[in-house]
């Protein structure tokens, strides 16, 4: 799949057309930093080289997008709305980083009064990397899987066996959701594909604990 738009697009149509749902567009924020840390992660991982990470060099792609004959696009590139259009019709899209790209996430500048749970916990997030002992990458990732997926600190509680107790059965009840989820969709033939949101999801469901997802949470409070 070629990619078609970059991170630097998200945020510029973003601000034209200044998105009347300020959770949602705070939320796509989270999964796509969210994708770029993981991202950033694996080339870590592999020893990539990696250069300064800018906006433009960030690639979406939305593997279902579709194309008239010729190769043509469905939707206008460019055009007001363009972005928020594609993310509307075919879900949340893929994130690709380079090599040539580093470690430093992209910053949110689309001005938004309104502190969604969201943007709340981007910029809590945002004063923890600004502190001297910031918190590591894993722990980044962590954090933004369960501010975008759970659970709320309310369920975690203020540590102890009882809140990892309750954590546990908080993941087994999303497992067995998900797992019924993704049962309806390959059973029912008008519902929409997998979101991608989805797959990342399932990914951190089914491999995480119970002891990194309350050790979030309450960084997060």
């Not at 250069?51 to 008239?68: F, H, S, T, Y």
């Not at 075919?90 to 992209?106: I, N």
Request: one cysteine or more.
């Amino acid at each position: 799949d070629l990619p078609h738009a970059t991170l630097e697009d998200f945020v510029q149509d973003s601000c034209l057309v200044q998105p009347s749902d300020c959770q949602n567009y705070n939320r796509q924020v989270c999964v796509l930093v969210l994708q770029v840390l993981m991202g950033l992660h694996h080339l870590h991982s592999s020893s990539a080289a990696a250069a300064e990470l800018r906006p433009k060099e960030i690639l979406l792609v939305w593997p279902g997008r579709q194309r008239c004959k010729g190769g043509e696009v469905l939707e206008r590139d460019g055009q007001v709305g363009w972005v928020q259009e594609l993310w509307r019709k075919y879900g949340c899209p893929r994130v690709l980083v380079t090599p040539q790209s580093a470690a430093s996430a992209p910053q949110e500048t689309h001005k938004d009064p309104t502190l969604s749970v969201y943007r709340t916990g981007l910029l809590h997030l945002s004063s923890l990397l600004q502190s001297e002992n910031g918190p590591q990458m894993t722990d980044i990732i962590a954090m933004l899987q369960v501010l975008l997926w759970g659970p709320r600190v309310s369920l975690s509680g203020h540590g102890g066996s009882s809140s990892v107790t309750a954590v546990q059965n908080w993941l087994t009840v999303k497992r067995a959701l998900l797992v019924m989820k993704l049962a309806e969709v390959g059973l029912i033939q008008d519902q929409p594909g997998v979101d991608w949101e989805d797959c990342m999801c399932l990914k951190y469901l089914p491999f995480t604990d119970s002891e990194t997802v309350m050790g979030a949470a309450m960084q997060l409070s």
